[in-house]
């Protein structure tokens, strides 16, 4: 468990750093990632790091992710978490625009190394309005 611990802070990290190639570096070449933003789905590794960008180009003052309540169940050679995720960006003036997420992120050992091959983050909606909810508090 540790070391799928250590993959994802050095993830979070990389993501805060804004600092691609360390991103991308954690996930395998055909991940497939169900994220929040923009696409239904993403696969492969070159398709996801263009999605990065365009993220990371969200967040001119900085980005927030913050991963909380991380849960790890790991196997011989898979892994899957699930944790609460507070992410979002750094406005002018230091003011903060962040939101509650869920994620799950699934792990693969390849060639002795844990690779992120499928990511999945969410937001809640209210069904009623068709609006995500972002201050959803855990």
Request: a negative charge.
């Given at each position: 468990m540790?070391?799928?611990?250590?993959?994802?802070?050095?993830?979070?990290?990389?993501?805060?750093?804004?600092?691609?190639?360390?991103?991308?570096?954690?996930?395998?070449?055909?991940?497939v990632?169900?994220?929040?933003i923009?696409?239904?789905?993403?696969?492969g590794?070159?398709?996801?790091?263009?999605?990065?960008?365009?993220c990371?180009?969200?967040?001119?003052?900085?980005?927030?992710?913050e991963?909380?309540?991380?849960?790890?169940?790991?196997?011989?050679?898979?892994?899957?978490?699930?944790?609460?995720?507070?992410?979002?960006?750094?406005?002018d003036?230091?003011?903060?625009?962040?939101?509650?997420?869920?994620?799950?992120?699934?792990?693969q050992?390849?060639?002795?190394?844990?690779?992120?091959?499928?990511?999945?983050?969410?937001?809640?909606?209210?069904?009623?309005?068709?609006?995500?909810?972002f201050?959803?508090?855990?």
């Open positions: 540790n070391a799928i611990k250590a993959v994802l802070e050095s993830w979070q990290q990389a993501v805060v750093d804004e600092n691609l190639d360390n991103i991308m570096r954690h996930y395998s070449d055909d991940v990632s169900f994220d929040a923009k696409a239904l789905q993403i696969v590794k070159n398709n996801y790091a263009e999605h990065w960008k365009y990371m180009g969200l967040c001119p003052g900085g980005v927030i992710m991963i909380h309540e991380l849960a790890i169940y790991e196997a011989e050679k898979v892994a899957f978490c699930h944790y609460l995720l507070r992410c979002g960006s750094v406005q003036f230091g003011k903060e625009n962040a939101g509650w997420m869920r994620a799950t992120v699934c792990l050992l390849e060639q002795g190394q844990w690779k992120i091959v499928h990511e999945h983050f969410s937001s809640p909606f209210d069904p009623e309005t068709g609006k995500a909810i201050d959803a508090q855990p």
